[in-house]
């Protein structure tokens, strides 16, 4: 079916363009991750599509839009702008380990935390074979109480949204760092980005997302 071509992800990453997603670092880690590996066999011609995908135990791979999305504004933050990289990376959500994969070549160091132990398992298989698999350690565990040992992180991005933002989150994201999230509010979900500036917390609204 051609899906190891890198004509493939090509087209993805045009699409992502066309979509106004320019930031070339996160287009080019889009062109280089191969999403197929991330999804069950049945489901692979349309992993280049963009449109969300189940991974099992009722979650979801996100569509490539969103992800992208996610990932540009947090390549746009001040402090990630100045590292040149996202830095120390805490993921709330490993899911299938696809968003990781792509943030590992993004950041310096990767700790993805995922509730749901068969998917960490399943991320631990996809992402044993990937380049950046060094800069990556993946943690089972409660996402909301974040990843102390590791901490601070420059980034932190959670694949999961609530009705708040936990403290943990907060406390953890480093001083410059940015988080970005989707947040439930009123019914619906929206990307909320916060920049950290000493001990104060800097909030923005973006966009609507479904997750």
Same mark, same amino acid.
């Not at 991330?38 to 490539?64: H, R």
């Not at 399943?122 to 909301?144: E, M, S, T, Y």
């Given at each position: 079916l051609g899906l190891d071509s890198a004509a493939v992800r090509t087209r993805m990453v045009q699409r992502l363009r066309a979509d106004g997603i320019a930031d070339e670092r996160v287009l080019a880690a889009f062109a280089e991750v191969p999403r197929h590996h991330f999804v069950d066999s049945a &489901? *692979?011609?349309?992993?280049?599509? /963009?449109?969300? &995908?189940?991974?099992g135990l009722g979650q979801t791979i996100s569509k490539p839009s969103v992800v992208a999305r996610m990932l540009s504004l947090a390549a746009d933050g001040a402090g990630a702008r100045a590292r040149g990289s996202l830095g120390r990376v805490l993921e709330i959500g490993t899911g299938c380990g696809y968003q990781t994969a792509l943030l590992a070549r993004l950041g310096r160091h990767v700790v993805s935390i995922e509730r749901l132990q068969p998917l960490h398992e399943k991320a631990k298989a996809h992402l044993a074979a990937d380049a950046a698999v060094r800069r990556i350690r993946l943690v089972w565990g409660d996402g909301r109480l974040g990843h102390g040992p590791n901490a601070p992180y420059d980034t932190i991005v959670s694949a999961a949204g609530g009705e708040d933002l936990p403290p943990a989150w907060l406390?953890? &994201? *480093?001083?410059?760092?940015? +988080? !970005? *999230?989707? +947040?439930?509010? $009123? $019914?619906?979900? *929206? +990307?909320? !980005? !916060? /920049?950290? /500036? $000493?001990?104060?917390? !800097?909030?923005?609204r973006f966009e609507t997302v479904l997750f």
């Amino acid at each position: 079916l051609g899906l190891d071509s890198a004509a493939v992800r090509t087209r993805m990453v045009q699409r992502l363009r066309a979509d106004g997603i320019a930031d070339e670092r996160v287009l080019a880690a889009f062109a280089e991750v191969p999403r197929h590996h991330f999804v069950d066999s049945a &489901l *692979a011609t349309q992993a280049y599509e /963009d449109t969300s &995908l189940p991974i099992g135990l009722g979650q979801t791979i996100s569509k490539p839009s969103v992800v992208a999305r996610m990932l540009s504004l947090a390549a746009d933050g001040a402090g990630a702008r100045a590292r040149g990289s996202l830095g120390r990376v805490l993921e709330i959500g490993t899911g299938c380990g696809y968003q990781t994969a792509l943030l590992a070549r993004l950041g310096r160091h990767v700790v993805s935390i995922e509730r749901l132990q068969p998917l960490h398992e399943k991320a631990k298989a996809h992402l044993a074979a990937d380049a950046a698999v060094r800069r990556i350690r993946l943690v089972w565990g409660d996402g909301r109480l974040g990843h102390g040992p590791n901490a601070p992180y420059d980034t932190i991005v959670s694949a999961a949204g609530g009705e708040d933002l936990p403290p943990a989150w907060l406390a953890q &994201l *480093a001083d410059g760092g940015r +988080l !970005v *999230a989707p +947040l439930q509010e $009123g $019914g619906r979900q *929206a +990307l909320q !980005v !916060v /920049d950290r /500036d $000493g001990e104060r917390f !800097v909030h923005q609204r973006f966009e609507t997302v479904l997750f």
